[in-house]
């Protein structure tokens, strides 16, 4: 109910679990584009006066936030190799704990 912006237990109880998914995609986005804009205002911060040995800590903001990389982890288009470097660690993880 928080998230979704929906008050009515009757439309509640209505949502499908596609629909749900939807909406909860599209709550990740909007927050996704909040959080672009508070980075794009600290960029401009940053750029504004933070160097180091005289240069700019972020040389492009893509590297001090990257939209397109976070957008594809919501919308579940992470690279293939990130995902599989991710269930590695975890298989590490867990062959660790059971030792």
Do not use: C
């Amino acid at each position: 109910m928080r998230y979704l912006n929906i008050e009515d237990l009757n439309e509640i109880d209505r949502l499908t679990i596609p629909e749900y998914e939807l909406r909860i995609k599209a709550y990740q986005l909007k927050i996704l584009d909040q959080q672009y804009n508070i980075h794009l205002q600290a960029w401009a911060t940053v750029m504004a006066g933070q160097t180091k040995k005289g240069r700019p800590v972020y040389r492009t903001f893509e590297k001090f936030f990257n939209y397109q990389k976070a957008e594809e982890k919501i919308l579940g288009k992470e690279h293939s190799l990130s995902k599989n470097h991710e269930k590695e660690q975890l298989q590490n993880w867990i062959a660790n704990f059971n030792s």
